[in-house]
């Protein structure tokens, strides 16, 4: 899995500050770009939803979840094709 340079609790809390400022300026303080704050937007809710660190949470339980359902798929299927 890629490695970020913040934590899911740091760009919550960036996201807060893109609602409270332009978008383009706190990019440029935490050294992003645009495009980056528009996709945390995506993955961890807009304004309108005010993201909190809790979603962050949720939402990296939930990439956890699927990678271990995808890893006991895969182990299913070695299990299957040995039989």
């Known amino acids: 899995m890629k490695k970020t ?3 899911e609790e740091q760009m919550v809390e960036i996201l807060r500050e893109a609602d409270a400022a332009p978008v383009a300026e706190v990019a ?4 992003v770009s645009d495009a980056t704050i528009y996709g945390w937007r995506k993955r961890y809710g807009h304004s309108s939803r005010r993201p909190t660190a809790n979603h962050a949470r949720t939402a ?3 990439q956890s979840s699927t990678h271990r359902k995808e890893h006991l798929e895969s182990c299913l299927y070695e299990v299957a094709i040995r039989c």
């Open 5 to 7: 340079r913040f934590s």
């Open 60 to 62: 990296n339980q939930c």
């Open 28 to 31: 440029k303080k935490h050294g």
